[in-house]
């Protein structure tokens, strides 16, 4: 399967304007008719899958030659029934359609992967899903979807999966701002990949780099770019270089040297722009605009600031360093007093700062604004009063100055009740925790008596032994970890009947059979947490696992309703004990 792409926002459509309308007629037919009808052409019914997968990357770029070997490619490994090939084969697919059918082949890749139950092709399936994601700036759902691929490969022994999940949780901590945990997961990318395969390892070298020029290490960021254009060279790898010279002409900007800065920048777009890479165009020119601006040329500065909005306006890709170009242009237009440029990137501003509320709560608290958005409007409505002459922007602001002061109110209303009902809560949890605690000691010093009962009515003496003995031995062997009992499958492993048993649990065990069986997951992993120290290092997705819960929040909330308080809450007390 292709490396994830090195620009941080983009999956390109390598489909060319000149045969687009062929493209799509003919992967439309395909499509329709891919399951039965599509016929491998004889000259390649005898080729490999090697062939085949060269022959479509060499003709990518002419999107209707290339769907007759993709579609050779996925009709071949369909007949040999081979999972990995059929992934692939979709993936070629996703290359070459429109951005509309690309979820298609995504579901169909995840759909092929479950079905082999293979933890590595599920892994790749969910990591081909973040990538897709990622491509479309949904940060967070494509965090989610490499989380998931993470906890899949994880399981394998598969390293360049694992590396490559690490490579794009990095990627995605790097445009959130996490610079030193980005660091971390980069660096072992880089020694992972070295003797393994170019392009990752060069990839991995320069997104160090861009996350040393973030953390203010200019003369690191340096190193790696001189690195990645040495190691591209010896490598034979040249598609890398413009990144590298690209990565030092912002790194000149943050040192001062403007017109180095320019020069470098200059020189790597042409060929960025030809990957149709928008993201890192964007970024070069909102740079070029910076040193422009440095140097007191303000009109060029303003040109390269324009591109940046037509990048944001036509791809709706921004980050938040990106975000000044709005402001310098809005204080450009201000000193030459054009009201109608300047209530347009006012509009603009406030459009970037809803796409990056969107994206981040994290990224929100670090922009640095010129302007909060009550201030923007307040500057709006003032432009448009001047241009129609309009004498009643005295009232308006009032009112958005009564709207802010509410919503100010509200807010610290509500602060102030979640801050009471954390605490109570708290209180409630440390009480809890006492009486957990307390009632653990006094089993541990109290000796066991077994109370006896009355025989249970309508159930024959002997039959209400042997179930209570085979629970007996269900607990000691701690068989209630397997995972989907419930009153069916329990009662077909003792040999008897749903009735029989679910009277017994209720009259002997006081419980139905969920509670009865949480009951005893909770209390197995309560004396872990008590006994085994390792085990309060674990998530909660882990301790679900361990204890046989279906899902980590199934076990969250039976966790709750059984010891009074959560599993974190727990953890914390029992160390601090």
């Known amino acids: 399967m292709s490396w994830p792409i090195i620009n941080a926002a983009q999956i390109p459509n390598y489909m060319n304007k000149s045969n687009l309308v062929i493209a799509c007629l003919l992967l439309f037919n395909l499509l329709s008719a891919q399951k039965n009808s599509f016929t491998i052409p004889d000259s390649l019914k005898k080729k490999s899958y090697e062939y085949l997968d060269t022959k479509f990357y060499a003709l990518k770029k002419d999107s209707a030659h290339a769907a007759i070997y993709a579609y050779s490619f996925l009709k071949k490994a369909r007949l040999e029934k081979n999972s990995k090939e059929i992934m692939n084969g979709y993936q070629n697919l996703m290359l070459i359609s429109p951005n509309k059918i690309k979820p298609t082949y995504i579901d169909s890749i995840l759909y092929t992967a479950k079905k082999s139950n293979d933890n590595a092709l599920i892994g790749a399936a969910y990591l081909t899903k973040g990538t897709y994601y990622y491509g479309l700036k949904h940060q967070k759902l494509a965090m989610d979807y490499y989380l998931t691929a993470n906890s899949y490969v994880s399981k394998t022994n598969d390293q360049y999966q694992i590396h490559k999940v690490k490579y794009c949780i990095a990627l995605t901590k790097f445009y959130v701002g996490f610079y030193d945990e980005a660091v971390s997961l980069l660096r072992e990318c880089i020694d992972y990949y070295k003797n393994v395969e170019a392009r990752p390892y060069l990839n991995s070298i320069h997104m160090l780099g861009l996350c040393y020029n973030k953390l203010g290490n200019y003369g690191l960021c340096t190193q790696m770019n001189t690195l990645g254009i040495s190691e591209s060279k010896r490598l034979k790898s040249t598609v890398m270089i413009p990144y590298f010279v690209h990565s030092e002409g912002i790194n000149d900007y943050f040192k001062g040297n403007y017109a180095e800065s320019i020069k470098n920048i200059d020189s790597s777009l042409d060929p960025i722009i030809e990957n149709e890479d928008f993201a890192n165009v964007a970024i070069g020119n909102f740079y070029l605009g910076k040193s422009y601006w440095s140097l007191n040329k303000k009109e060029k500065a303003s040109k390269h600031f ?209 509670e009865y069986i949480n009951g005893l997951r909770i209390e197995y992993i309560i004396n872990l947490l008590q006994t085994e120290p390792i085990y309060r290092k674990y998530t909660n997705e882990a301790l679900a696992q361990e204890a046989g819960f279906s899902s980590t929040q199934r076990f969250a909330n039976a966790f709750l309703a059984k010891a009074g308080m959560p599993v974190s809450f727990f953890i914390q007390r029992i160390n601090k004990s």
């Open 306 to 514: 324009q591109i940046v909005d037509s990048i944001f306006k036509e791809n709706k890709y921004l980050r938040p360093d990106l975000r000044q170009a709005f402001e310098l242009l809005i204080n450009y237009y201000k000193t030459k007093k054009d009201l109608d440029n300047q209530l347009y990137y006012i509009n603009e501003l406030l459009k970037a700062d809803t796409l990056l509320v969107e994206n981040s709560t994290y990224i929100v608290s670090k922009i640095h604004k010129q302007y909060d958005t009550k201030e923007l409007i307040q500057e709006k409505e003032k432009i448009l009063i001047e241009k129609n002459e309009i004498e009643e922007d005295l009232k308006k602001e009032q009112y958005y100055d009564i709207i802010f002061a509410c919503v100010i109110f509200l807010l610290f209303i509500f602060i102030i009740w979640q801050t009471r009902r954390y605490y109570k809560r708290r209180k409630m949890y440390e009480k809890n925790f006492e009486l957990r605690m307390q009632e653990l000691n006094a089993v541990k010093n109290k000796p066991k008596i077994k109370i006896e009962k009355e025989p249970i009515k309508d159930i024959n003496t002997e039959t209400v032994a042997a179930i209570l003995k085979q629970l007996e031995r269900f607990e000691i062997e701690k068989k209630f970890l397997e995972k989907d009992w419930n009153l069916v499958t329990l009662a077909a492993t003792f040999k008897s009947n749903t009735k029989y048993l679910a009277a017994i649990l209720s009259y002997y065990r006081d419980m139905g059979m969920s």
